[in-house]
T-cell receptor, first 114, second 121 residues
Framework: AQSVTQLDSHVSVSEGTPVLLRCNYSSSYSPSLFWYVQHPNKGLQLLLK??????LVKGINGFEAEFKKSETSFHLTKPSAHMSDAAEYFC????????????FGTGTRLKVLA | GAVVSQHPSWVICKSGTSVKIECRSL??????MFWYRQFPKQSLMLMATSNEGSKATYEQGVEKDKFLINHASLTLSTLTVTSAHPEDSSFYICSAIAGQGGVSGRAHEQYFGPGTRLTVT
């Protein structure tokens, strides 16, 4: 069965410093992986996705993630945090080819300090 | 492209009444839609998968008689919470999948609606 583990429930960074949100996955096949962001009382916005093309994926708002099969990781990074990045971030793995279902991680709340 | 809307965005209802939430794909045909619920400060929990023209498939532990799902067309799915109780208060989010190649050739990606906040008093 597929699963994702977000290693940190809360991350705090100062504005202008790098962001690292960690995600490990488990999959019995070649997975599709996604990062979504959710601002308070809002829906989900796709930041980026990996679907077996380039292992370094660039997304919106300066975010990127690297798929590392040997480490079963898909960590999200950003060189310089902005106050508007404060939100909840979800790492997601597809549940398998043909099912289209998503498996959500438990989320990481990012706090950006002025 | 790939916009999903939900209506209403928030609703307050009295205990014992029923409430219907609509999920629409605005610029593509959705062969499959998903319904999630999210409790405060928690992750999304998949409730059910609905395919156009067929019965929804519910996840384990979700009461199908309480959460009625209808996917009557390729652009509309509805979730009806019947005989709502305060413990049903939650944020309900739908998502939709286009048919293969339906949205700029991107098959199987889920597009999420903005969510519906349900409060049962």
């Amino acid at each position: 069965a597929q699963s994702v583990t977000q290693l940190d429930s809360h991350v705090s960074v100062s504005e202008g410093t790098p962001v690292l949100l960690r995600c490990n996955y488990s999959s019995s096949y070649s997975p599709s992986l996604f990062w979504y962001v959710q601002h308070p009382n809002k829906g989900l916005q796709l930041l980026l996705k990996y679907t077996s093309a380039a292992t370094l994926v660039k997304g919106i708002n300066g975010f990127e993630a690297e798929f590392k099969k040997s480490e079963t990781s898909f960590h999200l990074t950003k060189p310089s945090a902005h106050m508007s990045d404060a939100a909840e971030y979800f790492c997601v793995v597809s549940d398998g080819p043909g099912t289209y279902k998503y498996i959500f991680g438990t989320g990481t709340r990012l706090k950006v300090l002025a | 492209g790939a916009v999903v809307s939900q209506h209403p965005s928030w609703v307050i209802c009295k205990s014992g009444t029923s409430v219907k939430i609509e999920c629409r794909s605005l610029d593509f045909q959705a062969t499959t839609m998903f319904w999630y619920r999210q409790f405060p400060k928690q992750s999304l929990m998949l409730m059910a998968t609905s395919n156009e023209g067929s019965k929804a498939t519910y996840e384990q532990g979700v009461e199908k008689d309480k959460f009625l799902i209808n996917h009557a067309s390729l652009t509309l799915s509805t979730l009806t919470v019947t005989s709502a109780h305060p413990e049903d208060s939650s944020f309900y989010i739908c998502s939709a999948i286009a048919g293969q190649g339906g949205v700029s050739g991107r098959a199987h990606e889920q597009y999420f609606g903005p969510g519906t906040r349900l409060t049962v008093t």
